[in-house]
């Protein structure tokens, strides 16, 4: 049987990816989709918005015309997250949360929800991404303290903090596993190099330039061998895909909040 979905924020630039990504995906029914109060999308077919032709579903603003899904999908913003995280209680209805920036506070209080319905929070839902995680923490353990690690991350010309959150997340996941220090930082930049060099440093390199959506290199290299992982994302598609798979994952769980490690059954 299909998991029935509707995503929340469906008019957003995720969210458009998330229709089609639902539409598509052989074990999910798309039952429909919220945009905010006001919006100009309201009443409008879902796969006309995501650019995929009518499915004979329209936009709404009220979540009541949600209340046939089991599992609801949220790219929007902090403050709509938790109007959702009220009313998937109320209902008892299971939440992938894909939004991101919230703070210890709100992330203790989301986990809260996880005691009364399931709550998937997943601040980058990509499958490679959260793989590539474990692929660094294996790779640490196995490989020693090689001298040299260095990450290196490219990004789109518009985008503004550097290094990226993933990156900077690779670099605490080498961090902890090799009881490295991660504040030892070295950010290679158009400005030179800021930060000491030494060994227990780990390096951070960006690149910004024209439309690259994400490209992230782990390097492990010492005298006479390098080993190189890298990731890249060349659609916001990667993100809407492991957004379903969390969905279904999280239709068949219980009560609890997870994150997408265990989605991908890396925690086991
Ligand atoms: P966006 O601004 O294009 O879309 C957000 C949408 O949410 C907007 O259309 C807005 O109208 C809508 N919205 C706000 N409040 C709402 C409400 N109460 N009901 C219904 N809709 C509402 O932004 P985006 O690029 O799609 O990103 C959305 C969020 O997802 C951001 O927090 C972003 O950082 C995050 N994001 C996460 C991942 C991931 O892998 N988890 C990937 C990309 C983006």
Redesign the pocket.
Known sequence: MKVKVAI????????RNLIQAAVEHQSIELVGG???AN?SFVNVDLGELAGIGKIGQQTSTELESLLAADVLID???I??TF?HLAWCKKHNKALVI????FNEQQITDIQAYGESIPVVL?????VGVNLLFKLLEVTAKAIGDYTDIEIFEAHHRFKKDAPSGTAMKMGQVIADTLGRDLTKVAVYGREGITGERDKDTIGFATVRAGDIVGEHTAFFADLGERLEITHKATS?MT?AL??MRAAFWLSNADSGFYDMQDVLGLND
Do not use: I, K, Q
């Open positions: 929340l924020g469906c008019s957003g630039r995720m969210g919220s945009v905010r919006s790219f929007t913003s403050e709509a109007e894909g939004t991101t920036g997943a601040p980058n839902t990509s916001r993100f492991g957004a």
